[in-house]
């Protein structure tokens, strides 16, 4: 089952004294920022709602005021926290897009049915993400190419990918 929440960035630290923190936003498009009326918060137990009061995108960065902080203490007590939406307030996916939290976990096998291992990262150095493999013999390295994969369900927590193409771009540690 897919988690209902969706990280999308970690509060580094206060900005200024009226209560705003300087987030590190987990996703392609900051702006979307702007549009949030709340966010979730994991507190150990669970998830809690938190408002969100302000919004502005700067270099890269989001700055928020979440919950009525006012003051720089308010803001110091929400450092470290992650940031996430419900999934019902997720950015719309396009076709053959996926959320990397949701990829984090699948396991890998080729179309001649040779179990590779399991995604333990995604990065994005580039044009193309890369899946971080973790197989029986290390980490193996493949770009997410079209003409690489040939089935993504992240319900069923599966990734399968062209053995013949995979031979062709993986990197094998």
Known sequence: MLNPYIEIGEVLRPQGIQGL?????????PERFHALKEVWLA??????????EAV????????????GAASRDDAEKQRG?????DRAH?????????????LIGCQVRTDAGEALGEVTDVMQPGPNDVFVI????????????????????????????????LREVALVD
């Open 81 to 85: 926290l992650t940031l996430y939406v």
């Open 134 to 165: 973790r197989t029986g013999r290390g980490e193996m390295l493949v770009p997410v190419l079209k003409r690489v994969l040939v089935r993504v369900d992240v319900e069923r927590r599966e990734i399968v990918l062209n053995s013949e193409r």
């Open 56 to 67: 502005s995108v700067r270099e890269d960065f989001v700055y928020l005021r979440l919950d």
């Open 43 to 52: 507190d150990g137990a669970g998830y809690r709602r938190a408002a969100v």
């Open 90 to 102: 997720a950015r719309p996916l396009k076709e053959d897009e996926w959320f990397i939290c949701d």
């Open 21 to 29: 923190v300087k987030v590190r936003p987990e996703t392609d498009t």
